[in-house]
């Protein structure tokens, strides 16, 4: 756990400077790297350790992916990689069909899946920074992830009773899973409190407050989703690279689902008036 918290309080950090500071290059870099890391461990995963090319076409799908969204050639850039990596994957499968390195259907998904969608929706982050006054947008996926995980865990440990999912995630309780979407809302009402006072933009909480609760339960259904596909292959963790987190996908893996969802709010329905 001291390990938990140690790199937390070291990473969150970072990650909220890296979100608001710089130029949107900088985090479409960053993002880049993320979602290759994430996109090796997912297929990693799910049983490619014979196939390590696959591996490789993922990751560098997943790469090529935030960078097409930054130079506004999203959808193209997605179109092309998600078609790309199909058909290298099944020529893969094709070659390997009934042989010791048999790539079953399940798995082709979960590299597209890897390395196209999780990219892609991780790639609302750049969306949202490159709109007018963007720093301020990019912080909310952000805000709602770590809270709503934080405020699930406390209210978990300390008020938790009824286990939610003990088949999936064991240790997630129904009143963690209400105290983490109501810690959401009450740190988007806070983050508009700031703006209100600090910024001279036009806040509607009643948006915001939308976004805390839309955003706490994509929020932990992004984490159970994860956690299902781990059960199902019977794995602790997606990968080592961050003490007592596991891998990049254990971290970010709320995110995948929070980005999009903040993103189309945000476009169809502002709080932040610039």
């Known amino acids: 756990m001291k390990e938990r918290i140690l790199v937390a309080a070291v990473f969150v950090p970072i990650l909220f400077v890296v979100l608001f ?11 880049a790297v993320i ?8 297929v990693s995963a799910i049983g490619m350790k014979e196939n390590k ?37 099944f020529v893969e499968a094709v070659i390997t069909f009934k042989t010791l390195r048999q790539i079953s259907f399940a798995q082709i998904l979960a590299t597209l899946f890897g390395g196209a969608i999780i990219p892609y929706f991780l790639s609302s982050l750049i969306s949202l920074k490159i709109l007018p006054e963007g720093r301020i947008f990019v912080l909310l996926p952000i805000i709602i992830a770590f809270i709503t995980d934080g405020g699930a865990y406390f209210t978990g440990v ?9 088949l ?13 979407i109501v810690a959401s809302m009450a740190a988007m009402a806070i983050y508009g409190v700031i703006l209100h006072f600090n910024t001279p933009y036009d806040i509607n909480f009643w948006a915001l407050l939308i976004y805390g609760l839309v955003g706490g339960v994509v929020t932990e ?22 003490p007592g987190h596991g891998g990049m996908l254990d971290r970010f893996d709320s995110m995948i689902f929070a980005s999009p969802a903040i993103y189309l709010m945000v476009s169809v329905m502002p709080a932040i008036i610039v």
Do not use: H, N
């Open 168 to 180: 999936v995630s064991p240790k997630k309780t129904v009143e963690g899973c209400v105290g983490g």
């Open 21 to 31: 500071f710089p130029p949107p290059y900088v985090l479409t870099g960053v993002v």
């Open 221 to 242: 259904l992004g984490d159970l989703a994860f956690s299902l596909v781990k059960r199902e292959y019977d794995i602790k963790d997606y990968g080592k690279l961050l």
């Open 53 to 89: 090319r696959i591996d490789i076409y993922a990751a560098v799908s997943a790469a090529i992916i935030p960078i097409g969204v930054y130079f506004d050639i999203g959808q193209t850039v997605f179109r092309a990689a998600i078609l790309l990596l199909m058909c290298v994957v």
């Open 158 to 166: 300390f008020f938790g009773k009824r286990r939610a999912f003990p």
């Open 35 to 42: 979602c290759a890391i994430a996109a090796y461990e997912l």
